[in-house]
């Protein structure tokens, strides 16, 4: 069962997935300023733990326009398969559709090294930091 909370601007959301306490992987959503949103994602993103991934920032897009920004800090992420790869670009075309800016935070090798591979830097607005990510203009 999913560890689910509300998010408000003082308290994360988490959500957790795996069997028998085994998290596959962990998505933590805090609002650290309003109209912006970071997502840190933990852990595997491949074909069992992309839904998780998609789910988490289409419903904050959902949320109504009081989102400007979202953040996805990436370098908890061990593993980030192709579908995984297929989900960035999914919620980067609805961000965009939303009027929603997104941005990457990452430095690790597990995430860059897939996005390079598959042509796909060029499409994101990708920083070393969430604190970069969070000002850059």
Do not use: N, W, Y
């Not at 949103?37 to 998780?52: C, F, H, K, N, R």
């Not at 109504?64 to 989900?87: P, R, Y």
């Amino acid at each position: 069962m999913p560890d689910t909370r509300e998010s408000s601007p003082s308290d994360p959301s988490s959500i957790r997935r795996g069997s028998d306490g085994d998290d596959q992987i962990t998505v933590l959503t805090t609002t650290p300023a309003p109209g912006r949103a970071v997502i840190e994602v933990g852990g595997e993103v491949d074909m069992l733990t992309s839904p998780q991934l998609r789910g988490v920032v289409l419903d904050k897009l959902a949320t109504g326009s009081d989102v400007e920004l979202i953040v996805l800090s990436l370098d908890s992420v061990t593993f980030l398969g192709t579908s995984g790869l297929a989900v960035l670009i999914e919620v980067r075309e609805a961000a965009h559709k939303a009027g929603v800016e997104l941005r990457l935070a990452c430095t690790g090798r597990r995430v860059l090294r897939p996005l390079t591979i598959a042509g796909l830097v060029p499409m994101f607005d990708i920083h070393d930091t969430v604190e970069q990510a969070l000002v850059a203009t």
